[in-house]
């Protein structure tokens, strides 16, 4: 029982006040509640006294308090599904620890409390920053980092690029400068970063600023490595597209920009350039972008594919739907220049022209052949109303290095190394070097290089490249040796690529596998050749 003298003085004192306060004795029956107490919690429980606390509260704690005899502080107790009041109950004792009665002290849970103070907020925001696996800092108006997480300071140390540095500054300084959000991005060849930037403001005040540097650099790699994928595997499968294209130059931009303009039309299309400036690529690009791509893309040499020829030209396609890309229109006789003529006549003329479109290519310059008697007037003239001019290596040397850089990664995944660079000296003597086959002879001659580099070589070095210029020069002093009067066009070309066989079987050793590579051939195609003019 609680003593008398201090149930009156108490009672009266917490009438007054604006917590709730609820009293029962040492068996649980309540023998005081105030109205503050008795407001709080209407609607719920209706408190009467000299009724036990559990059959009006069943979940009240205040008959645990009286067992355990221990205070509890600021538990929060839910009255209803939304409400909640905040409780503190205390067990009050005789002399001699024995427990004559508990109190509970109710406040409203809305009446937060001030313990938000700037501590608080420091070990708050520390906390969040700490956990977050993105990259946060926080930055006083004058620019000094007061907060940073583990990811944040991770990619600082890695970022020792001093242009780097010097755009999340001038991205905070954007922030300072218009009190807005601002984002800046950095795309380099080793990573890619977005930063945000957000004003603090407080009161009107600027405090500083909340920076995030966002890392895609993986993304993007990945991304890089799928696009490479794919290319490698549109390599094999012969099976082009535009973006496969590597290019730097404004002849390639301007080439390939035609060859989208003029390619979807179903003219007899022309592609000049030199062996391996990518006449076979483009022609396949073409046939892949246009509405021919679901039907059939063949390739035909006149020399190689004789009957195929002759069936294109004197057959009439009309039912025959695809694209026949026809190489080497030098190679054709006389004879078949004029059925290609006609062909290209009739095709003008119809108003419905037929659904096989015709790309024909030339390696070599057909004026030579035009001034050698050797290729008519007329179809000459019929080629070029509709033409594509793929340039050499050696007119876009802007080229060579991003065409080398890709073909590198290119060969690492093929042969499972790890190249990434190539060193300045080796980059300016490829850009130095002169092309007999372009694209054919480059990749060869990092084929070759990849192989001479040591397994844990991860730049491609000068000493790497076998840049001898066989092809190139044989050819010029070959150029000597052959009389070039009465004989054909195809007939010197063929001569010139005995002596070149020859020459750098020779320098190599009677090395296949190397002659075939330092000539941008397939060894397959050394060994077809090597038959062709008995060099075995
Ligand atoms: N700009 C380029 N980007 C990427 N790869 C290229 C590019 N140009 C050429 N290649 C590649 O170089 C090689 C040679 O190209 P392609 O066979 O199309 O040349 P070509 O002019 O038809 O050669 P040829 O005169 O011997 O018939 C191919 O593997 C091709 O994919």
Known sequence: MIDRTIQTTSYALFDEMKEGIILVDNRGVICYFNKSAERMIKGHYHLQIDQHILSIIPTSGMMRVLHTKRKEEQKIFAISDKDNLLISRYPLKKEGNQVIGALAVLQEANQKREWFDDNSIRVLLTLILQKNAEAFAVVDDLGHII??????????????????????????????????????????????????????????????????INSYTEIVQLKRELQQTKTIIRRL???????????????MKFALEQAKLIGASKRVLFIRGEEGTGKFMLANTIHNWSENKFHLFKCIHPKRNREQLIELLSKNNGNAKGTVYLENVTCLSMEEQTLLLEMMKKDGKEEKQSSLRLIVSSPIKLEKALMAGMFLEELYDELM????????????????????????????????????????????????????????????ILQLAVIRAKE??????????????????????????????????????????????????KKLDGNKTLTAKTLGLSVRNLYYKLDKYHLN
Not at 479 to 492: A, C, K, M, R, V
Request: proline content about 3%.
């Open 147 to 212: 907060m940073q997480n583990p990811s944040y300071e991770e990619l600082l140390s890695v970022l020792n690029q001093k242009k780097a540095r010097n755009l999340i500054i001038k991205n905070r300084e954007e922030v300072f400068r218009t009190r807005r959000d601002a984002e800046i991005s950095i795309n380099t060849d080793s990573y890619s970063l977005i930063i945000k930037s957000t004003p603090i403001i407080v009161d009107g005040i600027l405090k500083g600023c909340l920076q995030s």
């Open 237 to 251: 499968e012969q099976s082009y597209q535009f973006e496969d294209f590597i290019y730097q130059s404004s002849s």
């Open 385 to 444: 109303k509709s033409h594509i001019y793929l340039p050499p290596l050696s007119e876009r040397k802007e080229d060579i290095y991003p065409l080398a850089k890709h073909f590198l990664l290119e060969l690492n995944k093929e042969s499972g190394r790890w190249i990434k660079e190539i060193e300045l000296d080796a980059q300016k003597a490829l850009e130095a070097y002169s092309y007999s086959t372009n694209v054919h002879e480059l990749k060869a």
């Open 456 to 505: 844990e070589d991860t730049v491609l070095k000068a000493e790497h490249l076998i840049l001898s210029q066989t092809s190139a020069e044989s050819k010029i002093d070959s150029h000597e040796e052959i009389d070039e009067d009465n004989q054909t066009l195809s007939e010197l070309v063929e001569k010139y690529e005995t002596v070149i066989i020859e020459k750098t079987l």
